[in-house]
């Protein structure tokens, strides 16, 4: 079939969940991210392996950006969004990890009101967080906030679906 079939076909595909005000499904398939991988990403520079990261750098290095699928519309967590949940409280309960604070941030693609995405991005934040709290990490290091559409993965394709992520950010040692 050509190439134009293809794309009419995604347009009428994708027209019924224009009219929602929110995002479409995310990519069920979509890699998980291991724990040692999200370890490694979150760790302080001080906590390397023999090597200090400076200025940006180690700002970047203590935050990653996670597919956690949820349900169309919704805060609902899809069933395949545990998989990476689990990885990501095995890391956070990982020896080099557990005396750290974190930001659980949700993000939304740019469709539907900036109101509406930002409580959407807040209540997935939440569910992420009650999630490790419910799985053996302190509520006391999670802080949960959302973004919206504000920082997007992808601002030159807003409503790409690499926009809609959880982001986990080291706040470095609890006080």
């Not at 890699?31 to 370890?39: D, G, K, R």
């Not at 949700?106 to 009101?113: C, L, Q, V």
Request: glycine residues 8%; charged residues 20%; without cysteine.
């Amino acid at each position: 079939m050509s190439a134009g079939w293809h794309l009419a076909a995604l347009i009428v595909a994708a027209v019924p969940l224009i009219g929602h005000g929110a995002e479409p499904p995310i990519d069920a398939n979509a890699t998980v991210v291991s724990a040692v991988q999200i370890e490694q990403q979150l760790q302080t520079p001080g906590k390397t392996r023999g090597f200090v990261v400076l200025g940006a750098q180690a700002e970047a290095k203590r935050m990653i950006d996670l597919n956690i699928p949820f349900k169309f519309n919704s805060s609902e967590l899809q069933p395949q969004a545990t998989a990476q949940l689990r990885q990501l409280q095995s890391a956070l309960t990982s020896q080099s990890l557990r005396s750290d604070r974190f930001m659980v941030a949700g993000h939304t693609d740019g469709n539907g009101s900036a109101q509406y995405n930002q409580q959407l991005s807040v209540r997935r934040a939440e569910v992420v967080k009650r999630y490790l709290v419910e799985h053996g990490v302190d509520a006391e290091r999670l802080d949960a906030v959302g973004y919206g559409a504000q920082h997007l993965a992808l601002p030159d394709r807003p409503e790409d679906p690499s926009n809609r992520r959880v982001e986990i950010r080291n706040l470095g040692e609890q006080p």
